[in-house]
């Protein structure tokens, strides 16, 4: 089993920044992918974000030029730096991890970002 803990959500104004943590624990050899995915009311979970072991990234269109996301292995932590936001970035954050011996994600308890215009 892997736990996820997430911290740095928050409100923010429009053009303002944001950067969201996720530190994993637990079976963590198991773990190859770290991301985040966002959800808003009535509306299924996307992904944002994700990056691999080795440090290769994907972004969703609507985000690339402005998050960013990194990953510090010796911490086993994910971040998202978030730049430039938007009213339509609000949304609850997720953070996953993707244990490759089951082939599943292990999820954050999510944190709320609130973009205000």
């Known amino acids: 089993q892997v736990q996820l803990v997430e911290s740095g959500g928050g409100l923010v104004q429009a053009g303002g920044s944001l950067r969201l943590s996720c530190a994993a624990s637990?079976?963590?050899?198991?773990?190859?992918?770290m991301g985040w995915y966002r959800q808003t009311p009535g509306k299924q979970r996307d992904l944002v974000a994700d990056i691999t072991s080795g440090g290769v990234t994907t972004y969703v269109d609507s985000v690339k030029g402005r998050f960013f996301i990194s990953r510090d292995n010796a911490k086993n932590t994910v971040y998202l730096q978030m730049d430039s936001l938007k009213p339509e970035d609000t949304a609850v954050y997720y953070c996953?991890?993707?244990?490759?011996?089951?082939?599943?994600?292990?999820w954050g308890q999510g944190t709320q970002v609130t973009v205000s215009s």
């Open positions: 996953f991890a993707h244990d490759v011996y089951l082939s599943t994600n292990y």
């Open positions: 637990g079976s963590i050899r198991r773990i190859n992918a």
